[in-house]
């Protein structure tokens, strides 16, 4: 098998990221699609690396897909947490072990624990997330979005 390596995303990487992103919100896995202009101030936050880290997926020498994780502290786990904000592989490079090998690397990573978000009808994602030991929580997670993005 081809090895899969991730590496922080970059300037350099706007492109790619930017198509793979418009993929990852039109083919159902996200909740609904989204704004170039949010996705363009999102690009800066990921950048900066303040509350999220990218990391581009390289499977056997190129360009696999995404991963974006955010790090934040949780006095019920006891330490840090791993939030899987996203994460993209290609559909022609799906099934090849590459999600679980994302999954390792940031598990890895001095978390105590890892969380992510799926939608009820991505039963492939299920599948693998709950294959690699991941359980649905019995509450709901709310959120209300309190102002525009800044420009």
Known sequence: M????????????REIFFEMSRDFYSCGAAH??????NRINFWKEVLSGE?????????????A????VAYYASQEYGGKIALFD????????????????VFEFVEASGAVACRLEVEKSNERAMKLYSSLGYEEFDYIQMSKKIRKNRG
């Open 51 to 63: 509350f999220i880290n990218g990391y581009i997926i390289n499977f056997g020498g190129e360009i």
């Open 2 to 13: 081809s090895s899969v390596e991730l590496r922080k995303i970059s300037e350099k990487d």
């Open 65 to 68: 897909g995404y991963a974006l």
């Open 86 to 101: 996203e994460l993209y592989i290609k559909p022609a490079l799906r099934g090849h072990g590459i999600g679980k090998k």
């Open 32 to 37: 609904a699609p989204i704004s170039e202009e």
